[in-house]
T-cell receptor
Framework: DGGITQSPKYLFRKEGQNVTLSCEQN?????MYWYRQDPGQGLRLIYY???????QKGDIAEGYSVSREKKESFPLTVTSAQKNPTAFYLC??????????????FGPGTRLTVT | SQKIEQNSEALNIQEGKTATLTCNYT??????LQWYRQDPGRGPVFLLL?????KEKRKERLKVTFDTTLKQSLFHITASQPADSATYLC???????????FGKGTTLSVSS
């Protein structure tokens, strides 16, 4: 059953702690993305990766870090430097490889609450 | 900078009517545009893609138009049903790569 998974669905952390959100896909897609969604803000791009061992900053990368050591996995770390980390985080993947017209497949999202 | 706007945050219509959602963009000439559906608390789901050389595209009760002169796309749902109630997002590819820019979305409510 192909798809993209994110875990956990809900995550609670204390302020000042780093937290890592998981994203895994078995669609054999080259490109993967992380978005943040806040009420009334739409989806904002945090980081994206078009190929293993390479990634680029999106519009709001400050306070976040990623790695892409495997094609299937693109974990996102929310660091203590992120001033407003509470949000709904969405991971997506696409065929990529320069095929800019490809649709993106989204995971179910992780809702992070930091208090 | 590239900017994408969806004309209204919310649209309320009666069952059976046609819903029309608008997506406008500026400072850009995208080669294609995509539409997604998002239900509350879930990830968006791809619906349709339309290229700049396609004026119109259809899929079941959905129709998308793309006017590169007006820099606008219209998304129509005909014979709307309460199950069509959701937020609809339009998205354009960024100039520098394959990442997308998303509009803020229009939340459609279809009442029976």
């Amino acid at each position: 059953d192909g798809g993209i998974t994110q875990s956990p669905k809900y995550l609670f952390r204390k302020e000042g702690q780093n937290v890592t959100l998981s994203c895994e896909q078995n669609l054999n897609h080259d490109a993967m993305y992380w978005y943040r969604q806040d009420p009334g803000q739409g989806l904002r791009l945090i980081y994206y990766s078009q190929i293993v061992n390479d990634f680029q900053k999106g519009d709001i990368a400050e306070g976040y870090s990623v790695s892409r050591e495997k094609k299937e996995s693109f974990p996102l770390t929310v660091t203590s430097a992120q001033k407003n980390p509470t949000a709904f985080y969405l991971c997506a993947s696409s065929i990529g490889g320069g095929q800019g017209a490809s649709e993106q497949y989204f995971g179910p999202g992780t809702r992070l609450t930091v208090t | 900078s590239q900017k994408i706007e969806q004309n209204s945050e919310a649209l309320n219509i009666q069952e059976g009517k046609t819903a029309t959602l608008t997506c406008n963009y500026t400072n850009y000439s995208p080669a294609y545009l995509q539409w997604y559906r998002q239900d509350p608390g879930r990830g968006p789901v791809f619906l349709l893609l339309i290229r700049e050389n396609e004026k119109e595209k259809r899929k079941e009760r959905l129709k998308v138009t793309f006017d590169t002169t007006l820099k606008q796309s219209l998304f129509h749902i005909t014979a709307s049903q309460p199950a069509d109630s959701a937020t609809y997002l339009c998205a354009l590819v960024r100039q520098a790569g394959t990442a997308l820019i998303f509009g803020k979305g229009t939340t459609l409510s279809v009442s029976s």
